[in-house]
Nanobody
Framework: QVELVESGGGLAQPGGSLKLSCVGS????????VAWYRQGPGEERELVAI????????KYADSVKGRFMISRDNAKNTVDLQMNSLKPEDTAVYYC????????????????WGQGTQVTISS
């Protein structure tokens, strides 16, 4: 079992920055791929970024490439999502997810989910 707790959401202005953090429990978290998903109002859930268990493989959605950066510190059981140059269309609930299998984390059906954190981009 992996428990995931997100933090760092909130309100930011367009062009601003926010950093989301996800703290995971246990050894299994360190062995798991971690993905951030988001779901905006009236929209389907989408993958934002994913990082493999030891950080060797990272992928981003086209919509966030060059603006967002995912990183992990397995010594602290954390995965961060640094979000820069934020746009109103980044407004969504962001979920930290994890799965022992990278493909499952990538597929939209990871095993473990956090409770989500709201990000609102508005002037």
């Amino acid at each position: 079992q992996v428990e995931l707790v997100e933090s760092g959401g909130g309100l930011a202005q367009p062009g601003g920055s926010l950093k989301l953090s996800c703290v995971g429990s246990g050894l299994l978290f360190r062995m798991s791929a971690v993905a951030w998903y988001r779901q905006g109002p009236g929209e389907e859930r989408e993958l934002v970024a994913i990082i493999s268990n030891y950080g060797a493989v990272i992928k981003y959605a086209d919509s966030v490439k060059g603006r967002f950066m995912i990183s992990r510190d397995n010594a602290k059981n954390t995965v961060d999502l640094q979000m820069n140059s934020l746009k109103p269309e980044d407004t969504a609930v962001y979920y930290c997810t994890a799965d022992r299998e990278y493909a499952a984390a990538l597929s939209g059906h990871p095993t473990f989910w956090g409770q989500g954190t709201q990000v609102t981009i508005s002037s």
